[in-house]
């Protein structure tokens, strides 16, 4: 595709409630990043996938975090019963090959996710 | 661990003037690369300019320029004839190699900047 894509874009869900996040990565590219921005701040690197593998799930900040890409190319995010301090946009970024530090990060748009 | 650090949360600027975004770094690492982005209110992030630690020479784009002091750990962007279409939040990124071996950015808090017709 022409970008990277995120659905849905905006999300409510009541405390308690398991959400999905959907990333579309541009279409061939290997690397594909999960970030979570809070209000106000810079966004904070959740995981890492190279095609299908999860290389690195150091940012996950709870085990209610849940990522997966199993088939190298689209990735879901999930929150299992989510919290009010979940509340915050989730950026989705892809980059063409596997984990170069020159690489260009291409983001989606985000999802904004609400907790009540 | 690695951090980022933008102490102007706001900035504003003439339309056609030149502004300075500032950042510091921390990082006990010799080789990294840093990295302005751009957020526009759309929120979909952009690239504006990269730098690589072992070059000495400061990464210019066209009306977006850098002013590297790796000894200073500094990295500021310089926007010259700022435009409209300028106004967004800047985030300024490191690069960090991690021991699992992949690249994830570390990112400051912005500075939102603000263009005055």
């Known amino acids: 595709g022409a970008g990277v894509s995120q659905s849905p874009r905006y999300k409510v869900a009541k405390r308690g409630q398991d959400v999905a996040l959907r990333c579309d990565p541009i279409s061939g590219h290997v690397s594909l990043f999960w970030y979570q921005q809070a209000l106000g701040q810079g966004p904070e690197f959740l995981t890492y996938f190279q095609n299908e593998a999860q290389l690195d799930k150091s940012g996950l900040p709870s085990d209610r975090f849940f990522a997966e890409r199993p088939e190298g190319s689209v990735s879901t995010l999930k929150i299992q019963r989510t919290q009010k301090e979940d509340s915050a946009v989730y950026l989705c970024?892809?980059?063409?090959?596997?984990?170069?530090?020159?690489?260009?990060?291409?983001f989606g748009p985000g999802t904004r996710l609400l907790v009540l | 661990a690695q951090t980022v650090t933008q102490s102007q949360p706001e900035m504003s600027v003439q339309e056609a003037e030149t502004v300075t975004l500032s950042c510091t770094y921390d990082t006990s690492e010799s080789d990294y690369y840093l990295f302005w982005y751009k957020q526009p209110p759309s929120r979909q992030m952009i690239l504006v300019i990269r730098?690589?630690?072992?070059?000495?020479q400061n990464a210019t784009e066209n009306r977006f320029s850098v002013n590297f002091q790796k000894a200073a750990k500094s990295f500021s962007l310089k926007i010259s004839d700022s435009q409209l279409g300028d106004a967004a939040m800047y985030f300024c990124a490191y690069r960090s190699l991690t021991t699992s071996g992949t690249y994830k950015y570390i990112f400051g808090t912005g500075t939102r900047l603000k263009v005055l017709a």
């Open positions: 730098q690589e630690a072992y070059k000495q």
């Open positions: 970024a892809s980059s063409l090959f596997g984990g170069r530090a020159s690489e260009t990060q291409y």
